[in-house]
């Protein structure tokens, strides 16, 4: 259907003139939804904190020996009012090596996060080239997708990521360890919630009112030893228990994400997060009544709870970096479905 831009009457299909006033009609096209992606991280600061010196290309100041402070320690990313995420050091690491990506596409979020296997060089490389390049897949998608469709998306955006990977960090074969990271995405299009992973990075589906549960499935030693019977607490606080058992990078065996949807029935939160912040809180249930208890205190902008589950879990112990990202799901217009998770087939282990 054509409207006349100079007299508004509806022509009929198949018009080049319209019948009313004779002006030429014109087809018009209906933008693409608007993508709003998050500011870049930002570079290093290059000015010394401490006395205002030069810092030199070792990351210390010329004038005090102090060590440069990276923005990367802590940042955070609001590409909407409804999307937010913080990621930070913590209080025992020397550097992030988590990262997020986050984005808007017109009514549809893009949450991803991606965690550096801990004390390999250039895995915070990894992590933020990884997450950065699943992003700018993601919001290809268009809104109303099938879960089949966004399914299918998210395998694309791992194998994305994994090649931003081995571009970022070049030649690894004289590395025993080449960086690597672990991967986790969730695209939320209005009530339909489709997450993929690689490893133990998580996604949570968090209602206002009901039964919360964790969309993911952890691909690490503590999941096998619960599937074995071994209590989750027990399996998790264990040394071996944080072993992943698939991950991107260049020596990874598959980069075929498992794949989950949930289809919320009221409103609420989406989290994706690294294991800085699950560590400290790992049940599905006990995660909703942290994140109820922080909007209570802090309201309801995204970046500002991430920030406060950040503290958290800094106060915890902050172990580990850590990092939260939430997409708020409004009330669907169908509220004849209820909550349920599907996964996908598993995909194959590395060994």
């Known amino acids: 259907m054509v409207t006349c831009a100079a007299c508004g009457t509806i022509a009929e299909d198949g018009s080049t003139f319209c019948e009313h006033c004779g002006a030429r009609l014109e087809a018009v096209t209906a933008p693409a939804p608007a993508v709003v992606v998050a500011p870049e991280e930002p570079v290093p600061a290059a000015v010394c904190r401490a006395c205002g010196g030069t810092i030199a290309d070792d990351g210390y100041c010329e004038s005090c020996g102090e060590k440069a402070v990276s923005e990367r320690d802590h940042w955070s990313e609001l590409p909407s009012a409804l999307v937010g995420g913080v990621s930070d050091r913590g209080r025992r ?48 998608g268009p809104a109303g997708s099938t879960v089949g469709s966004w399914s299918a998306l998210l395998l694309t955006a791992a194998a994305a990521a994994d090649q931003a990977i081995k571009d970022a960090v070049g030649d690894t074969s004289h590395r025993a360890e080449p960086p690597s990271c672990t991967f986790v995405a969730a695209v939320v299009d209005g009530p339909t919630v489709v997450a993929g992973w690689l490893g133990d990075s998580r996604v949570y589906w968090l209602p206002d009112e009901g039964a919360a549960h964790q969309v993911s499935v952890d691909d690490s030693a503590a999941n096998e030893m619960i599937a074995r019977g071994v209590p989750r607490a027990k399996a998790e606080a264990s040394r071996e228990g944080h072993a992943i058992t698939r991950w991107l990078g260049p020596d990874a065996e598959t980069v075929v994400p498992g794949t989950a949807t949930t289809r919320a029935s009221g409103p609420g939160w989406v989290l994706a997060c690294s294991d800085g912040l699950w560590n400290y809180c790992s049940e599905a249930t006990d995660v909703a009544d942290l994140l109820h208890r922080t909007i209570a205190q802090v309201g309801t902008a995204p970046d500002v709870i991430a920030g406060e589950l950040v503290r958290w879990a800094n106060e915890q112990g902050g172990h580990d970096n850590i990092t939260a990202a939430l997409a708020r799901v409004a009330a669907p217009v169908d509220t004849v479905h209820t909550d349920e998770a599907v996964p996908a087939e598993p995909a194959p282990t590395a060994a």
């Open 93 to 140: 690491k020397t550097r992030n090596e988590d990262a997020m990506a986050l984005a808007t596409s017109g009514p549809t979020a893009v949450l991803v996060v991606c965690d550096g296997v801990s004390n390999v060089p250039d895995s915070d490389v990894a992590s933020l080239a990884a997450s950065r390049a699943a992003r700018d897949v993601l919001v290809t």
